[in-house]
């Protein structure tokens, strides 16, 4: 990898977290290229870059493979350092907010979102899903109680938004963009993403609609369509970079060994590599396939778990 490998995001439209770095490429005003997955399973393509990794979205740089949007959101702060995402003052205030609006606001928006508008979905999502978190695929009158049950959670959550912004400042830190707005956005921006059907719970909070559109015209940089067999090439004709010098816990396995990482939460699936590099914040796995050749695949370590491979 050169300090100028293009960026490539791998993801699909209505993919919030996808939405996440998408607003932070237009924060940077960055170019990087576009290749749209598949929302629900097979995902052959996404899979070979990442030995199993399903989720959107997954930046790649030339053989380097970045999963999860907190360690891409470093990633692009390390590759385009201004503006930053992380102004003075910043990082533990928006650490706190994203731990909040990526958990207890997320989860019932979800839930009411999709709820409303079930019939604009594609039609395998529900049950691939379900299948992800082992779950039975749920009905349409099981979907339709579960929004009525997040609702009143999500009103109450959009006015602590409103709170947050009643002091007039532009930013949900202070006067400055960070990445507690990408967090708290890409949240509300899925309430309204497939259909205006819940625009009138957002109509009664002024200062967050006002901090929204805000966030909207950031636009999402200078994306140019590339095709997922390019992509591949691109990897296959790469070689990861270097590692930097490891940080490990007492605990962790040496340089080397054969290791499984998987998410901590519902996602399960297990991609197993060679141990390359480690520290408090990151976790690094070789991985080789026909397909994509030699590349690493990076994972933030919190959020992660990593096991010996069976």
Known sequence: MTGMARLILHHYDFSNYSEKIRVAMGYKSLDWASVEMPPVLPKPDLVALTGGYRRAPVLQIGADIYCDTRLILRQLEATAPQPTLHPEGSTA????????AE????GPLMLYAWGSNHDL????????RARMRGLPTPGVAAVAKAAARSAPLVRLQLS??????????RWICGDRFSAADLAVYHA????????DRLAHELAPFAALCGWRQRVRELGHGRPEAMPASEAIEIARSSEPAPPRPAKPQPEDPPRGSMVEVRAADYARDAITGMLDFIDDDEISIRIGNDRVGNVAVHFPRVGFEMRPAR
């Open 160 to 169: 602590m938004i409103e709170q947050m912004l009643a002091d007039q400042r």
């Open 103 to 106: 958990g207890q606001l997320f």
């Open 188 to 195: 509300v921006w899925f309430l309204t993403d497939r259909s």
């Open 121 to 128: 979905m594609p039609p395998q999502l529900f049950e691939d």
């Open 93 to 100: 205030i928006a650490n706190a907010v994203a731990a909040w």
